[in-house]
């Protein structure tokens, strides 16, 4: 989708406008009886109001607000998605968008991030007709970069994610990496398995087993020379190209339906970095993407096996389906090397995150100080992808002591998705947070802006909180 900066409207051209209040309506130019027509709906509590003129068409968004808080922001991208879906519905190609509104951008973003569709398996592609948004004001040219760059990198996380094993193997995701990498102009450094084996990461190595294909490390860099930080920010994603559980294989009929989507954490970290690098954002930060699929071959590691990681400490596996915090584990150890600031991971960790939450949000979990846990609760507002903090007790982390090793893979069904991030918290040396985004990486049906499938949930928030850092 192209998003123009216009300075005026042709004559008879579709047009959509932005409004808070009735008083708004005086700017545009409508007739008398259509001013009494939409004041009328107004006082209907419609919000979206379509007036036809023959040829061309206006839609009114009517967005009630006094001062732009976070909820606002939400109800202009919900407000975008509504007119985007009635332009699709009345094929129209492009649209000119007027508005005085601070809540434009976000509007704006609504429109863009409904507008997606996921085609590449379709013979029959019936792309959404709006193609083109005409914008005269209410938005700088700049900010319709930073907005273009922000629901791109939102996109092709799920694109990545909705992408199945068929095409997306370790390889073949490491080889988009550094595609993206090249299209965004952040450096990107890809391991591949004799090097993986000569830095002895025992976790990615012990899931890969099973598989056929190889496993791959990617290094990630953004370090623009204006970086504000001394020492990096470390993001780390969760990248099972495809989770069958392995020989603790997950029961039919249909719990591994959608477990392509098991790198939607590596798929936020990716696109973070395309926006943060494609916005030049003067910060340093770092991503790991360690990736493999998870699969019960001939030659897959097995329950009560016992593995040694990157970091030496060794891990009894009781459970090969808890194989994400095994390659997590190797990549946090890995980003110590870097003496980071601040290290973030995503991951479509448990089951048991989703089963708590579900959709709306983000668990996260960590030992940071509180200070980045606010700052990217903030984020989390304004993009909304709200997160809601798990406590992180030292208590959860005695049921992952294992009898025979260091540590043991599983810690049983009572607080799984803390014992998870206790695991986690084993590997780093530093300030971390752990975020699991089990619940909302993959949608079973669209809710507004978000579509079926792939959410691209984390590119949008690890953006804002770089922004902000
Ligand atoms: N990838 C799954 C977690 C998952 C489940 C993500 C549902 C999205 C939707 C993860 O690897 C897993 O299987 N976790 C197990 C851990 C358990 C064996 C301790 C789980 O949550 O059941
Ligand atoms: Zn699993
Ligand atoms: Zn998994």
């Not at 579709?14 to 130019?29: M, P």
């Not at 988009?176 to 090097?195: M, R």
């Not at 406590?391 to 009898?403: R, T, V």
Request: aromatic share 8%; net charge positive; charged share 25%.
């Amino acid at each position: 989708m192209e998003i123009k900066k216009i300075t005026k409207i042709g004559e008879k051209e579709d047009v959509v406008i932005l409004i808070h209040s009735e008083k708004d309506l005086s700017l545009y130019g409508f007739s008398k009886e259509e001013l009494a027509y939409l004041k009328e709906e107004i006082k209907k509590d419609n919000k979206q109001i379509s007036i036809n003129r023959y040829s061309y068409s206006i839609l009114v968004a009517f967005l009630p607000a006094k001062k732009v808080d976070y909820k606002v922001k939400e109800e202009a991208r919900k407000a975008g998605c509504n007119i985007i879906n009635s332009l699709n519905k009345k094929k129209i190609n492009a649209v000119s968008l007027l508005s005085k509104s601070e809540a434009i951008a976000y509007f704006i973003e609504g429109m863009i991030l409904t507008n997606y569709q996921f085609l590449k398996y379709k013979s029959d592609k019936k792309t959404n007709s709006l193609n083109t948004i005409k914008v005269v004001d209410g938005i700088s040219k700049e900010e319709i970069e930073e907005l273009v760059a922000i629901t791109t990198a939102t996109n092709y996380a799920r694109n990545l994610v909705n992408e199945p094993l068929s095409f997306l193997n370790a390889v073949q995701f490491s080889e988009e990496i550094k595609s993206l990498g090249k299209e965004a102009g952040f450096k990107v450094e890809v391991l591949n398995k004799s090097k993986i084996e000569s830095l002895k990461m025992g976790g990615l190595l012990a899931v890969n087993k099973g598989s056929i294909d190889p496993p791959t490390f990617s290094i990630m860099e953004w370090k623009p020379k204006n970086a504000k930080n001394k020492k990096p920010l470390v993001l780390v994603g969760k990248g099972i190209v495809y989770d069958t559980g392995g020989l603790s294989l997950k029961p039919t009929p249909n719990s591994m339906d959608l477990m392509k989507s098991d790198m939607g954490g590596a798929a936020a970290v990716i696109g973070a970095l395309y926006a943060i690098a494609k916005n030049n954002l003067p910060v340093h930060v770092i991503g790991l993407i360690p990736a493999t699929d998870n699969r019960p071959g001939g030659n897959a590691y097995a329950p009560g096996d016992v593995i040694t990681m990157h970091n030496q400490k060794t891990v009894e596996v009781l459970n090969t389906d808890a194989e994400g915090r095994l390659i997590l584990a190797d990549a946090l150890s890995y980003a110590n090397k870097y003496q980071p600031e601040l290290i973030i991971d995503a991951a479509t960790l448990t089951g048991a995150a989703a089963r708590a939450i579900g959709y709306y949000g983000v668990v996260a979990m960590g030992n940071a100080n509180e200070k980045d846990m606010k700052k990217l609760k903030a984020s989390g507002e304004n993009v909304y992808e709200r997160i809601v903090e798990f406590p992180f007790w030292d208590e959860y982390g005695a049921l992952i002591k294992s009898d025979i090793a260091d540590l043991k893979n599983v810690g049983g069904a009572a607080g799984g998705a803390i014992t998870a991030g206790k695991f986690l918290e084993h590997f780093t040396d530093y300030p971390y947070i752990h975020l699991d985004i089990a619940g909302p990486a993959f949608m079973d049906k669209q809710v507004d802006y978000i579509p079926k499938g792939g959410s691209g949930v984390g590119v949008r928030l690890f953006y804002n909180y770089v922004k902000n850092y």
